[in-house]
């Protein structure tokens, strides 16, 4: 795994390149490095916390590489890795980073807003009545017209089809059954569950910052 900063090409620029580049970041430095290829916007840094963990798994913490790149100029984090990729300013030529840590630790909320993207996080994007994974919304698994409530303990994600089927009705009415019982997950439940759903594209560099941490199966 990389640890070893690598310092980027503008922090070693002196002189009017190094005033340029200042000037760049007081400004609208997007617009200043207008020469860069259409594919540089596709070069995303994954963003770590102090402790060398991502911010969150899923969505997984990445920011644009512009981003990126202020940030490290202003000295919010340091350059863990970089892409093979450039962008050019008339007088400069920046690597882009692919990895970047903050130098201040950001605390981890503890608690879990509910919110419907969480609900499907905690269910593994499955029903929890058949287990599929299409179409999904979710399910009051005492009915609202019964007086169940919204919570975590009574709300589930469920696929159309299965939501139909039950209705208002009771699950011992329809004869189906939960995969597990609803609840209130932890944050770091959560930010675990969210390992298993990475996004399409993971840049190498990024992948022992993703697992290195993650506990063994025996």
Known sequence: ???????PLWCRATGADRARIESI??????T???REPNSLRHHPALVLNADYRPLS???????PWQEAVKAAFLDRVDIVAEYDAFVRSPTTKIRIPSVVVLKDYVKPQKRVAFTRFNLFLRDEFCCQYCGGRGDLTFDHVVPRARGGITSWENVVAACSR???KKGSKSLRQVGMTLRKAPRQPGAEELKNMGRKF?????HDTWI??????AELEA
Do not use: A, E, K, T
Not at 1 to 7: E, S
Not at 25 to 30: P, S
Not at 57 to 63: A, V
Not at 198 to 202: D, K, Q, S, V, Y
């Open 32 to 34: 200043s490095f207008v």
């Open 1 to 7: 795994m990389m640890l070893g900063r690598v310092v």
């Open 25 to 30: 970041m007081d400004g609208d430095f997007r």
């Open 198 to 202: 990475p996004p399409n594209h993971l």
């Open 162 to 164: 299965c939501n139909l």
């Open 208 to 213: 022992d910052f993703l697992y290195w941490d």
């Open 57 to 63: 798994y899923y969505p997984l913490s990445l920011w």
